[in-house]
């Protein structure tokens, strides 16, 4: 699984990121200072770097250059002010793409695509995943559980592929609102006990499969 290094000191904005890019598949660590970053760097071994500017302990554009000394990791800059692109790009830090706060958490997703596809990383993880009797194909929305078509909504689909991902993984209500793409506009996290109810009534004898952690989330029990 292809891992991404989140290096960011405003949590909510790290977690964002993080629930975003865990959506579409990418494993993902998080630093909140700068040699934290360098330590989880030479740790995690990421595909990419996302790189806030100001930071505690090293600010971003010193990381930037301590990584490029010893590596071409390529790194996403993300900046408060646009002019602040222009003198970066000046300094020739050699950073592979830079995004502008306040972002939408989608267009990072796409920079980091894009800029894996240009590294020759994989940007792309599976389309179709099996997990126990189900197999959930995020490119066509399109599921079934032991054979059997669901009828889902796309909503729906993108749940149980979060879920489906890792078998056995309990996620929060948060990272399943991700999922649906509403963490950002401010949705009740009620809303995912409705869609889990809705799928544990398609599921039918099999809704058992849809397991609640009290207090945490959901996870997908298979054998």
Known sequence: ????????????????????????????????SGPRALELWRAARPALMLL??????L??????????AESELPIIMLTARDEEVDRLVGLGI??????????????????????????????????????GPLRVDTASYEADLAGRPLDLTAGEVRLLALLAREPGVVRTRAELLAALGA??????????????????????????????????GYRLKVS
Not at 52 to 57: A, E, I, K, V, Y
Not at 59 to 68: H, K, N, S, T
Not at 111 to 130: E, I
């Open 1 to 32: 699984m292809t891992t991404i290094l989140i290096v960011e000191d405003e949590p909510r904005l790290a977690e964002i990121l993080e629930e975003y890019l865990r959506r579409e598949g990418f494993h993902t660590e998080r630093a909140a």
């Open 52 to 57: 806030d500017l100001m930071l505690p302990g």
């Open 59 to 68: 600010d971003g554009l010193e990381v930037a250059r301590r990584v490029r």
């Open 94 to 131: 050699g950073a592979d793409d830079y995004v502008v706060k306040p972002y939408s958490p989608r267009e990072v997703v796409a920079r980091v695509k894009a800029v894996l596809r240009r590294a020759g990383g994989n940007a792309s993880p599976p389309s179709t995943l099996h997990a």
């Open 183 to 216: 963490l950002d506009r401010g949705t009740d996290e009620r809303t995912v006990d409705a869609h889990i109810k809705n799928l544990r009534r398609k599921f039918g004898a099999r809704g058992e499969l849809l397991d609640t952690v009290r207090g945490v």
